[in-house]
């Protein structure tokens, strides 16, 4: 381990610390966040108990689908927009400005679309994602270097070769950035989604909790939310890491 | 929509500099834009026809639009998001960028710092809004809260960023002039690295705006999230549509002045 992730982890230990002694010291009113000690207890009880298992496997299947859907329509989309310039220009204003529309206005919309099921909330997660994919992939084409292409012309690659062997492997880290985005945003929809407006899942949980003053829950599942999102997204990281090492190598 | 990629793309890279070539591109931009606003019109009336109970169709929503321009309550409500918006975009621009600054100029600070930033970006910050809503009680300033928390992020990402990469040449060059720090940030840094920063503020702009309005859209009484919320709740889908639509309207627009102003500045 290297210095950085040392003085990192202290960092982040420190901070866990600080929280837990002004709690205990009762600096922060317990009415207002509870120690982190004891929000991990309870949320050991409550995976023990299966309490919220249903919710859980219910989160996580729709942020499963809403994720894979937005990756894969995120580039065919990200694609054929940058084989059309014109389409681009006139699509960027629309691009730039997105994530500034809470796309939940929708959901009533997708429920009288889709029926009351699982749906609606995984279009909500599904739209806020792929718009991350669709920018990643434009980037990512945009920034194969014309060497690279001009090798192929060289070469005389068929365009199906060209894709898979010159573009894809190129454009190939910003995708990757697409993809850990489009995970995240995944997340993000369809827990605001739950939280707001569904009456079930994780996000909905937590809302209820809140409305019934039940902190202990509440402080629990948020933790949860937060150690799954961010164990995912280090995973995705130290994954991402070693691609990039080895095409330094290569 | 008939695109000829070939004859654009032609037109990108030549880029003869007589008026009329030029007039005639910004002529084609106009007419592409204006065609994709249409085609987007044409999937909101089919989604109209499909489902009336849950959406209003283009006209009458743009009627509705203007009838809510109109009323003293829309200015009530658009005031109080302005308000809370305003102050989380600056407080979000102002200290991201300062924080930015401070964590790119300090190499090792901001090599510790940039996974811990990245993880803040990509939680799911809706679910720790009860907390805030705990610290802050409600009111105005857990909204304001809560769109720093969106905004502040990503301007605080790619001023570091920004800072990070920029060119040793120019900080060699203020060495060997021997400015002083504050000559060196101001004559030097700031310049170089503003294309990046008003990108940075182009994504805090929007995630403030989406934080302000998730946060009305849960416990709050006021602003624009909550017209929408109690549209929802009441049934109200005219009301509920235009405000959708004029937060669009404000969302794009503004996305757009971003843009060009990003455009204009990386030349």
């Known amino acids: 381990m290297n210095r950085v992730t040392i003085v990192r ?5 420190g901070s866990v610390l600080a929280v837990e002694a002004l709690c205990r010291f009762g600096v922060i009113n317990r009415l207002t966040l509870l120690p982190p000690s004891e929000m991990a207890t309870y949320l050991l ?11 859980i496997v219910q989160t996580f299947s729709n942020v499963a689908i809403a994720f894979v859907l937005s990756v894969v329509l995120g580039f065919l989309v990200g694609a054929v927009i940058h084989a059309i310039p014109r389409l ?4 960027d204003p629309f691009l730039a400005s997105y994530y500034s529309v809470p796309v939940f206005v929708f959901y009533p919309l997708f429920v009288s679309l889709f029926g009351l099921n699982r749906w609606p909330l995984i279009m909500i997660g599904f739209l806020f994602a792929i718009t991350a994919m669709v920018i990643a992939t434009l980037n990512g084409l945009d920034r194969v270097p014309p060497v690279l292409l001009k090798l192929a012309r060289v070469h005389r690659m068929s365009r199906s070769a060209e ?3 010159i573009v894809l492997p190129a454009a190939s880290p910003y995708l990757f950035t697409g993809v850990k985005l489009a995970l995240a945003y995944s997340f993000i929809g369809v827990l605001a989604g739950e939280f707001i407006l569904s009456g ?12 019934a003053f039940d902190n202990r829950t509440m402080y629990a599942l948020m933790l949860f939310v937060l150690i799954v999102v961010t164990a995912i997204n280090s995973a995705l990281f130290i994954w991402e890491q070693r691609l990039l090492r080895r095409r330094g190598r290569g | 929509m008939s695109v000829i990629p070939e004859e654009s793309g032609s037109a990108y890279v030549a880029g003869h500099d007589s008026a009329r070539a030029t007039q005639r591109r910004s002529l084609q931009r106009l007419l592409d834009s204006f065609l994709l606003v249409a085609a987007l019109v044409v999937v909101w009336q089919l989604v109209y026809w499909k489902s009336e109970v849950a959406i209003t169709g283009p006209i009458e929503t743009a009627k509705t639009s203007i009838e809510l321009l109109g009323s003293e309550n829309f200015w009530r409500h658009a005031l109080a998001s302005g308000r809370a918006f305003g102050l989380s975009l600056l407080m979000s621009s102002v200290g991201g960028v300062a924080v930015g600054l401070a964590l790119g100029a300090h190499r090792f600070s901001g090599a510790v710092a940039a996974p811990i930033l990245t993880a803040l970006y990509t939680i799911p910050k809706v679910t720790l809004y009860p907390m805030v809503l705990l610290i802050f ?7 304001v809260a809560f769109g720093v928390m969106h905004g502040i992020i990503p301007v605080v990402i790619f001023t570091m960023d920004a800072v990070r990469n920029i060119n040793p040449v120019l900080m060699k060059t ?4 021997k400015l002083s720090p504050r000559e060196t940030a101001f004559r030097i840094l700031i310049p170089a690295v503003l294309p990046e920063i008003v990108t940075g503020l182009r994504v805090g702009f929007s995630l ?33 549509t235009a405000v959708v639509l004029l937060l669009l309207l404000f969302a794009v627009a503004s996305g757009t002045v971003l843009l060009a102003l990003e455009r204009r500045l990386q030349r």
Request: hydrophobic letters at 50%; a positive charge.
């Open chain 2, 174 to 177: 203020a060495r060997v002039f």
């Open chain 1, 9 to 13: 982890l202290c960092v982040i230990a």
């Open chain 1, 88 to 91: 681009r220009r006139a699509c």
């Open chain 2, 208 to 240: 403030t705006l989406l934080g302000v309005i998730i946060g009305e859209m849960f416990a709050s009484q006021q602003g624009l999230g909550f017209m929408i919320i109690n549209g929802m709740n009441v049934h109200n889908v005219r009301s509920l």
């Open chain 1, 163 to 165: 894709a898979l062997r």
């Open chain 2, 137 to 143: 009680g409600l009111g105005i300033s857990a909204k």
């Open chain 1, 45 to 55: 009880h409550l995976l023990v108990s299966g309490e919220i298992n249903q919710a």
């Open chain 1, 200 to 211: 079930g899942g994780l996000g909905y949980a937590i809302a209820y909790a809140y409305d």
